[in-house]
């Protein structure tokens, strides 16, 4: 558990046991995983930069570390994937899309090629 106050960007009780399987076995150091998660969402909502982290969080190095990591081994786009397939059955879909609709526009430009050109 947690000893600071809780932020609008945390994991729930509910929404870390879905997590924590897809989380890699074992983090290095003395941090919670549970923790450095919430630390790169905080970051994600909110849009500060990492060396603004709350000091309430772990370092903003170590959190930084985390994430890259994470993004390393895939596991974003793991989380997105199965997330996607859960949000699919949810609605009464087949987790997987059978098809998908790919729409590209194009925009006009002069054959100026840029000012007093």
């Not at 009780?13 to 969402?41: C, I, S, Y």
Request: charged fraction near 30%.
């Amino acid at each position: 558990m947690s000893t600071r106050p809780g932020y609008p960007s945390d994991v729930t009780d509910k929404e870390w046991a879905w997590l924590e399987p897809l989380m890699p076995a074992k983090t290095r150091g003395r941090h919670r995983q549970r923790e450095l998660f919430n630390a790169v969402l905080y970051v994600a909502r909110s849009g500060c930069a990492w060396r603004m982290l709350p000091h309430d969080f772990p370092p903003w190095t170590t959190v930084y570390t985390y994430f890259r990591r994470l993004q390393r081994r895939g596991r974003w786009q793991l989380l997105n994937d199965v997330l996607r397939e859960e949000v699919r059955e949810q609605a009464g879909k087949k987790r997987q899309p059978s098809g998908a609709i790919i729409d590209s526009q194009t925009a006009k430009t002069t054959e100026k090629g840029g000012p007093g050109a």
